[in-house]
């Protein structure tokens, strides 16, 4: 069924004993689902899944349309408009994502799967080849992954588990592809829109009856008016990355940028934040600390070598660093990606780094075969020759 309503077709659970999926194994796999911690969270996603899975079980997928699971699932009125109200579609694409993740860790093995296809409400139970044979009394325990990060246990297991469970499978098909399709990949699919967002830098102007910024000047912040040049420099870079690719994108600024934007959409997040982003991506292994000064890249919250110590108060140095972070993010439950530098050099840098398909190629050729499933991280260092940012170098990297 398409998401305007039309109706696809399900594989209809059959008892007959011929190795296909009965209706009471799914009514146990939906339990498991329901149960456990990608689910249990969410009241929504519950009873979205337990709509679509019972009606399709007594025979009704027919009714299975956007304005029927917005009134009889939801509680919306009578008058209910889905064109008015993306509450449906909103929570269909959330489900998906859940299960994806349930099944890249606790419901790996699970013997009965539930999808639901992209583009409709009607789900498919499929009997999954390498599931264990026998019936799993609980959800898998939180965090039962290994070769994570430590930090907050569970959510960081989250984000190593969450790539595979996103949809990478084609990847597999894909050795012609360049390091720069395989990057963005899973970033842009689906049909929603990226949101391409630059931060807002804080600037303070002389409020002095002359104007001017002398002894004993006063001075106001201007907030939420200035971006700076070089992430201004990233956003058209990558917006024109964008277009060649033909992906739809939205441009949103500073604070324009609410956490439910993050949660329905993923976004590329250019130059550093002092507010809300910092609060997004302060739990990943490489987080730039601007609260310190000098400004620096910290370890596993430990400070490290990478930091400006020469850097003057007119922001202008002759090398930077920056951290480039592509994440499925437990927050969010959506894609994101980060570029920041200390300073704008290195987020223009950054920028050059992740729209040019020779750098990025260069960048990844020591990573892992299997990087474009991971979660990644890398640390780069710039050179700044005559205010122009050199293209960048590596010199960490972090894939799980």
Request: one cysteine or more; a neutral charge; charged letters at 20%.
């Amino acid at each position: 069924m398409a998401e305007d309503g039309s109706t696809g077709a399900a594989r209809s659970p059959q008892g007959d004993g011929s190795g296909a999926v009965t209706p009471d194994a799914v009514r146990a796999e939906l339990q498991r689902i329901l149960e456990s911690h990608e689910f249990r969270t969410s009241k929504r996603c519950q009873d979205f899944l337990r709509f679509v899975v019972e009606n399709t079980l007594n025979g009704k997928a027919d009714i299975l349309k956007e304005r029927t699971i917005g009134v009889e699932a939801f509680g919306r009125p009578a008058s209910y408009d889905p064109s008015d109200d993306a509450t449906v579609r909103v929570k269909a694409g959330e489900v998906r994502k859940r299960l994806g993740l349930y099944y890249a860790a606790g419901g790996a093995l699970d013997r009965v799967r539930i999808e639901l296809p992209g583009g409709g409400y009607v789900p498919e139970f499929t009997l999954h080849p390498n599931g264990a044979s026998e019936k799993r009394s609980r959800p898998a325990a939180e965090g039962e992954s290994n070769g994570f990060l430590a930090s907050r246990g569970f959510r960081l297991a989250l984000l190593a588990s969450a790539l595979a469970g996103v949809g990478f499978t084609w990847f597999a098909l894909a050795a012609h592809r360049t390091a720069l399709s395989q990057f963005w990949a899973p970033v842009l699919r689906g049909s929603s829109p990226a949101l391409l967002c630059a931060a807002y830098v804080p600037v303070y102007t002389p409020t002095s009856p002359e104007g001017s910024g002398g002894p004993g000047a006063s001075f106001t912040l201007l907030n939420d008016q200035f971006v700076g040049g070089g992430d201004l420099v990233a956003a058209a870079r990558l917006s024109a990355m964008l277009t060649r690719m033909g992906r739809a994108y939205q441009v949103r600024i500073g604070h324009e940028v609410s956490f439910q934007d993050l949660r329905t959409s993923p976004a590329i997040l250019i130059g550093y934040s002092y507010t809300r982003w910092r609060d997004i991506s302060k739990e990943l292994r490489y987080f730039i600390d601007a609260s310190r000064q000098p400004a620096v890249i910290l370890d596993n919250g430990k400070p490290t070598s990478w930091y400006l110590p020469k850097l003057g108060a007119d922001r202008h140095t002759d090398e930077d660093y920056a951290v480039v972070s592509r994440v499925f993010h437990p927050d969010t439950r959506a894609m994101l990606v980060e570029l920041a530098g200390i300073t704008q050099y290195g987020t223009e840098a950054a920028s050059d780094l992740l729209s040019n398909p020779d750098l990025l190629s260069e960048a990844l050729r020591g990573a892992a075969k299997d990087w474009p499933r991971k979660n990644m991280q890398l640390v780069l260092h710039v050179k700044v020759i005559s205010g122009t940012p050199a293209p960048p170098t590596v010199v960490a990297s972090h894939f799980w």
